[in-house]
Nanobody, 114 residues
Framework: QVQLLESGGGLVQAGGSLRLSCVVS????????LAWYRQTPGQTRELVAS???????VYADFVKGRSAISRIFANNTFFLQMTALKPEDTGVYYC????????WGQGTQVTVVS
């Protein structure tokens, strides 16, 4: 099973920024699709952003224009840069690889306060 380690969350004021990181073990980033999901209480885990192995990017409507996904192949790490954060962005953020939604890390908590 792939090993994933999320980090970079925290408490920020509305309008602030965070960069979330995901370290991937036992996979080569250049050969797999990557994604970020988030989950809030009472909600299903929802897709935030994804990037194909070719570099094509897709963003959910609720983050479009204020989020960016990127990769550093040498470090086997990918990122979600989040700006203009809103209180409704609060939740636990998880990374995922190659569409395997049965494999998750522990997530990283993002809390946005007004």
């Amino acid at each position: 099973q792939v090993q994933l380690l999320e980090s970079g969350g925290g408490l920020v004021q509305a309008g602030g920024s965070l960069r979330l990181s995901c370290v991937v073990s036992d996979r080569r980033l250049a050969t797999i699709a990557l994604a970020w999901y988030r989950q809030t209480p009472g909600q299903t885990r929802e897709l935030v952003a994804s990037i194909t192995r070719e570099g094509g990017e897709v963003y959910a409507d609720f983050v479009k224009g204020r989020s960016a996904i990127s990769r550093i192949f040498a470090n086997n790490t990918f990122f979600l840069q989040m700006t203009a954060l809103k209180p409704e962005d609060t939740g636990v953020y998880y990374c995922n690889v190659n569409g395997n939604r049965g494999s998750w890390g522990q997530g990283t908590q993002v809390t946005v306060v007004s």
